[in-house]
């Protein structure tokens, strides 16, 4: 991505990349500015407030949209006001979920003297942070005065529990799958002329059924990945053809579900959502491994024995004036206010919150 730049591989992002060495480990940087279109996982703007306005699909009650509508309209343009794109991210591998690093809290101090001296007009942000998987991490940015801003409610689950070995509908699509009559192929069981096929049924969902705000993969990015086995990709195949896929890998304890696809043309009752999940189900239950799910379909991935966490961005502001500490402290506080809202006013729909 340095050397081609990230636009070659993912379409809607027009940020910088970069690397920095921190002792023996080397972390992707991206820069970002006026960059109010991109994907959200690069642009805090679509993050916060274009996909916000695309999950005000899922509320039913007209006068609560509407309200949540005009919150998001008046927020817009103090955070543009304020130049909430400006940020440097650590750690940010272009990804919906980022693993988590391992860094001590004076690896953090010396990442952030520095990174805030060489971009001093921009805010300084991991993403990606949860206290669940690694605490020490998010103790560790807090000792170094990062604020946690609340980013999204994510599903995680932990194969080892009886919970998770007894549930109905875990068993039941891994039965199903078993059925199905597809083939299972790996990363290096199928040929890389597979690769538009991945693309399309990746772009039909994550773009076509939700939002082009989703990272927008080309047929590069899927090809890159696969001839460098950066992930391992697990693929169902019939009749010489791949209806679904899904995409992962591992870091310690945690196995990472980095996309998924299904050709979402085909009748529902053919189970290819279930048959999607049911694949890094059975990968990470084998390997007796969390499962980390990213967030989204909160009801479908809780009846599967998911837990809920919030996941934060982890953001560092003393370098900058107050006017530019404002747009994140402002959002900061919205966001707090709204998840206590949330809670109560959508008591009986936690994917809502």
Not at 214 to 225: K, P
Request: aromatic share 14%; hydrophobic share 40%.
């Amino acid at each position: 991505m340095i050397k081609h730049g990230p636009n070659v591989y993912i379409e809607n992002i027009t940020a910088e990349v970069m690397a920095l060495l921190v002792d023996d480990d080397i972390f992707p940087v991206v820069k970002t500015e006026s960059n109010w279109n991109d994907t959200n996982v690069c642009s805090p703007f679509s993050h916060y407030i274009s996909y916000a306005r695309q999950e005000l699909r899922k509320i039913k009650n007209p006068l609560i949209k509407q309200i949540l509508n005009l919150m998001l309209s008046l927020m817009g343009p103090v955070l543009k006001a304020g130049r909430l794109n400006h940020v440097v991210y650590v750690n940010n591998w272009l990804l919906t979920t980022n693993p988590s690093p391992s860094l001590s809290s004076d690896q953090i101090g010396r990442i952030t003297a520095f990174l805030s001296r060489r971009f001093s007009g921009h805010a300084l942000v991991f993403r990606s942070v949860n206290s669940f998987l690694n605490p020490d991490f998010y103790t560790a940015l807090k000792r170094n005065r990062y604020q946690m801003v609340r980013s999204r409610r994510i599903y995680i689950v932990d194969t080892r529990r009886k919970a998770f070995k007894k549930n109905k509908n875990v068993r039941r699509d891994l039965n199903r799958l078993k059925k199905s009559g597809y083939q299972l192929l790996k990363s290096g069981q199928f040929h890389r002329t597979y690769v538009s096929r991945l693309t399309e049924l990746y772009r039909l969902l994550y773009l076509n059924k939700y939002t082009y705000l989703n990272l927008q993969f080309t047929d590069s990015f899927f090809l890159n990945a696969l001839d460098e086995e950066i992930f391992e990709f697990l693929v169902l195949r019939k009749n010489n053809r791949i209806d679904v896929f899904a995409c992962q890998f591992r870091k310690g304890q945690i196995i990472y579900g980095v996309c998924l696809g299904y050709d979402t043309k085909l009748p529902r009752e053919r189970h290819l959502i279930q048959h999607a999940f049911a694949l890094l189900f059975d990968e990470a239950k084998n390997q007796k491994l969390f499962l980390h799910l990213s967030s989204g379909v909160g009801e479908f991935k809780r009846f599967r024995s998911a837990r809920p966490y919030t996941e934060y961005d982890s953001v560092y502001l003393d370098h900058l004036p107050l006017n530019r500490r404002f747009p994140w402290i402002f959002l900061r506080l919205s966001l707090e206010m709204w998840q206590r809202f949330a809670a109560w006013l959508f008591r009986d729909k936690p994917e809502l919150q």
